[in-house]
C-alpha cells in the first residue's frame, strides 16, 4: 500500500518470501496490530496458526487482534509459606496413583476458559484463503483428461432402424452391408467375417447421421460411445494420443460396442493439410487404434461408425479397407421421412386441419433441422397473432406453407461443394451414389 512505512513494506516481503517463518509472521503481525489494521494481524495470526497450530504466541495475538477477553490473571496468594532453612528438606510432590495418568502440561487448567475457534474461524474464512488447490478429479483417478473411466458410455438403447421414418434406401445398404452378416453368427463363422466393421456416414448437415448411428447400435444391442474433436484434444504433448487410445480401450471392455466418431472431418484432417504436429499425431494414433494393434485382443466387438459433412477433407488412409471402409450417403429426408418429422414435430402444438401432403410437397430438399424450424416458425407466427387479438388460434396449414417459403434449404449450399467434387475428384467411385443423386435431381 502506497501508505504503509518501510519497516512493514519490508516486513511484508520477508513473510512473502518466507512464508513459513512463524516468528517473522508473528512479529509482523505485531507490528500491524500497534498501527490499528487489526484485519490484517487476525490474517497473519491464521496463517501462522496453520504453520503451527498449537502456537501460544499466535493464539494470543489472534485474541488481541479479535478484540476478545484476554484470560484474567491469576491474583497471587495472600500469604505465602516461610522459605524452607538449609536445615530443612523440601516435601516430595505427590506420586500418582498406578492407574491415574499424570497431569499433563500441555493440558489446560479445567479453570481456565476455553477459546471458541469456531466463531473465531468464521471471522477469518473470508481473509484467509485456501493453502491448497484441491484436484476435483484426484479422488476418482489421477486427475487427466485420459482417465478410461471419464468415458461415458450408453446402455444399449431403444432406438432401432424402424424408428427412422423412410430412407428406406439407407435401411436397406445398412442391413446388406453392415448388419446382416453381424445377424448371423453361422454365416459369419462359415465364411470367416470377423465381428467388427466400419462405416462411414456423409452427407448434408441436419439430415440424422447420429441418430442413424444410434438406431445402428439398437440393431446390434451394443453400447454407444460418442466422440467428438472435443473430447479428445489436450493442450498437453501427448495427452490427445492417450485420450483416443482410452477411448478405444473403453470400447473394447464394453464389447460390443459402437464408437461413433462425430464430425470425422475435424478429428481426422488430411494430415498434407495439418500444419500442427499434435492434430497429425492424434490422426496417426487414431489409425493404430482402428486396426486395433494397440491392443493384443484387436476390435472384436467394436463397431466404428463416422459421421461428416464434408468427407473430401477426411485422410484417405483412414477410409482405406479394414478401417472406415464402408461409405454410405445420407440425403435429406425422403417425402415418407419429411412426413415423419413433421408429425413429430408438431404432435404437442395446438393445430387445425393440416393437409400434410401439401407440406410434404413444399419442403422437398428440406433436411430435419430445416422442417423443425418451419414448425417452429409457423408456431411463432400462430403465437403473435394470438397476442395481438387476445384469442387463441390454432395453427394452420397456410401458417406452415408461409414458414417453408420464408425458409430456404439449409442442404443446397452443401450440394454446391458437393457437386464440384463428384464431377473432378471422384477418385475410384468414392462419390458414384452422390453423382448418382445429382445426376437423378438434374443438378450436373
Keep these: 500500500m502506497a501508505d504503509e512505512s518501510p519497516l512493514i513494506r519490508s516486513l511484508r516481503a520477508a513473510v512473502a518470501a518466507a512464508p513459513g517463518d512463524v516468528p517473522l509472521r508473528l512479529h509482523f503481525a505485531e507490528l500491524l496490530l500497534a498501527e490499528g489494521r487489526n484485519d490484517e494481524a487476525v490474517a497473519e495470526a491464521a496463517v501462522a496458526l496453520q504453520h503451527a497450530p498449537g502456537d501460544a504466541d499466535a493464539r494470543a495475538l489472534m485474541v488481541r487482534a479479535m478484540g476478545l477477553p484476554t484470560t484474567p490473571a491469576t491474583p497471587p496468594p495472600a500469604t505465602s509459606p516461610p522459605p524452607a532453612t538449609a536445615t530443612e528438606t523440601p516435601a516430595p510432590a505427590p506420586t500418582p496413583a498406578p492407574d491415574e495418568p499424570a497431569p499433563d502440561a500441555s493440558t489446560p487448567d479445567a479453570s481456565t476458559p476455553s477459546f471458541d475457534w469456531n466463531a473465531a474461524e468464521q471471522q477469518v474464512q473470508d481473509l484467509v484463503g485456501p493453502r491448497f ?217 395446438p393445430i387445425e386441419a393440416v393437409d400434410l401432403g401439401k407440406l410434404v410437397k413444399a419442403t422437398e430438399d428440406f433436411s430435419g433441422a430445416d422442417l423443425a424450424h418451419v414448425c417452429e416458425t409457423a408456431a411463432e407466427a400462430a403465437l403473435l397473432d394470438s397476442a395481438r387479438s387476445g384469442s387463441v388460434r390454432l395453427i394452420t396449414t397456410k401458417d406452415l406453407l408461409g414458414a417453408a417459403k420464408q425458409i430456404k434449404p439449409s442442404t443446397e449450399p452443401w450440394f454446391a461443394a458437393a457437386r464440384n467434387v463428384a464431377m473432378f475428384a471422384n477418385e475410384g467411385g468414392l462419390y458414384d451414389d452422390l453423382l448418382a443423386h445429382l445426376k437423378r435431381k438434374r443438378k450436373l
Design 133 to 349: 488447490l484441491e484436484d476435483p478429479q484426484a479422488a476418482d483417478g489421477d486427475g487427466t483428461a485420459g482417465d478410461a473411466a471419464a468415458w461415458d458410455v450408453d446402455a444399449p438403447g431403444s432406438v432401432r432402424l424402424a424408428d427412422v421414418g423412410g430412407m428406406e434406401e439407407v435401411k436397406d445398404r445398412l442391413e446388406a452391408a453392415f448388419l446382416a452378416p453381424m445377424r448371423n453368427p453361422e454365416l459369419r463363422r462359415l465364411y470367416g467375417k470377423s465381428l467388427r466393421g466400419g462405416l462411414l456416414l456423409y452427407g448434408p448437415p441436419g439430415c440424422g447421421k447420429t441418430f442413424i448411428a444410434r438406431a445402428v447400435a439398437g440393431e446390434l444391442g451394443a453400447s454407444f460411445l460418442t466422440v467428438s474433436l472435443s473430447d479428445v484434444l489436450d493442450m498437453w504433448i501427448g495427452a490427445s494420443e492417450k485420450n483416443i487410445h482410452d477411448i478405444f480401450e473403453t470400447a473394447r471392455r464394453q464389447a460390443p460396442c459402437v464408437v461413433f466418431l462425430d464430425e470425422l472431418d475435424a478429428l481426422g484432417a488430411k494430415r498434407s493439410r495439418t500444419h500442427h504436429s499434435g492434430l497429425r499425431n492424434v490422426v496417426n494414433q487414431l489409425l493404430t487404434e482402428l486396426d486395433g494393434i494397440a491392443s493384443g485382443a484387436g476390435n472384436e466387438g467394436v463397431f466404428v461408425l463416422a459421421a461428416t459433412n464434408v468427407p473430401w477433407d477426411v485422410d484417405i488412409a483412414l477410409r482405406r479397407p479394414g478401417r472406415l471402409d464402408r461409405t454410405l450417403l445420407v440425403l435429406p429426408p425422403d417425402a415418407a421421412a419429411r412426413e415423419a418429422i413433421l408429425r413429430y414435430h408438431l404432435r404437442e402444438r
